[in-house]
């Protein structure tokens, strides 16, 4: 089955949908929490640009390069597990659709320190980034939905079934889940007009 991936970053993870379509109905293929920050005790909290606050400058910018560069490395090996899990299940992963944010200003490290928001945003922006780094490493087709536009491209009527979709699986099956398999829907829909 030609499947889709719909994922929903956050701080530290992300909550990944695989739709899959089969006699032209929708099925859920997997569902699971991706995570993008080492288990380290407690030590590192999955904010690279909190961690740093306060710190001097060359080494905020070590700290906060490190936290990249782990995000960008947990992405891409939970993704390819994603995809062999769905590959050895006899799928095929057609398109990643990650829902994002308003872009980032061209911010230096120091820039986002001076501000808190920005903090936040750099962060927000961080994993989502992570997620379509790992996309293209993996050769797959990418997709980008704005998260604050998702409801108007989805029609009521995928709202409806991404809502049976939980029902059929059973919970967790919250927020982040369902913006996810919107994403897939919309994703799946254009891989098969293609």
């Known amino acids: 089955m030609e499947v889709a991936f ?11 949908v695989a739709l899959g379509a089969r006699g032209g109905a929708l099925e859920v293929v997997d569902r699971r929490r991706l995570e993008l920050v080492a288990k380290r005790d407690g030590e590192w909290p999955g904010q690279p640009y ?4 306060g710190l001097p400058p060359a080494r905020a910018k070590a700290v906060v390069k490190s936290g990249i560069d782990e995000a ?30 308003d872009p980032m200003p061209k ?16 962060e927000g922006a961080l994993y989502r980034d992570a997620l379509m780094r790992a996309v293209a ?26 809502a049976l979709l939980g029902k059929s699986i059973g919970p967790p099956w919250g927020k982040d889940q369902k913006d996810a398999a919107l994403a897939c829907m919309i994703a799946l829909a254009g891989s098969l007009l293609r």
């Open 72 to 101: 960008n490395r947990l992405a891409e090996r939970e993704l390819r597990r994603a995809v062999r899990g769905a590959e050895d299940a006899g799928h095929r992963v057609s398109v990643c659709a990650v829902l994002v944010g």
């Open 6 to 16: 719909g994922f929903k970053a956050h701080s530290g993870w992300a909550a990944l």
């Open 107 to 122: 911010w230096t490290t120091e820039e986002v320190l001076s501000v808190h928001f920005r903090m936040h945003q750099a």
């Open 50 to 53: 909190h961690q740093a606050e």
């Open 137 to 162: 490493r993996c050769r797959l087709r990418l997709v980008t939905l704005r998260e604050k536009s998702l409801a108007e491209r989805a029609e009521k009527s995928l709202g409806a079934r991404a």
